[in-house]
Nanobody, 127 residues
């Protein structure tokens, strides 16, 4: 059973940067596709980024392209999300997710496709 724990959230000013980390345990992460989702108050959970098992394919939501970068270190069982040029609309709880089945094509943003989830870390972008 894969367990995921996120860290690295916090309060940052617009234009600032944060790096989120997701530590996996209980199973080897190299067997899993991984993703980051976020949920703002009163809104549905949305896909932010996804990476295949070897990060040979990465996907990003249009709203974060060019600003966010997903990466993974399978040897350390870690997933990261580097977030630059943060905007107030990036505020929300960020969740790390994983699944042994890699989502096909443009379906990566569907939360229902991921079976393992962390508890989330809060990111607040405000001046």
């Amino acid at each position: 059973q894969l367990q995921l724990v996120e860290s690295g959230g916090g309060l940052v000013q617009p234009g600032g940067s944060l790096r989120l980390s997701c530590a996996a345990s209980g199973s080897s992460l190299d067997r899993y596709a991984v993703a980051w989702f976020r949920q703002a108050p009163g809104k549905e959970r949305e896909g932010v980024s996804c990476a295949t098992t070897r990060s040979d394919i990465t996907n990003y939501a249009d709203s974060v392209k060019g600003r966010f970068t997903i990466s993974r270190d399978n040897a350390k069982n870690m997933v990261y999300l580097q977030m630059n040029s943060l905007k107030p609309e990036d505020t929300g709880v960020y969740y790390c997710a994983a699944d042994k089945i890699t989502p096909k094509g443009s379906s990566w943003y569907r939360a229902v496709l991921f079976g393992s989830w962390g508890q989330g870390t809060q990111v607040t972008v405000s001046s």
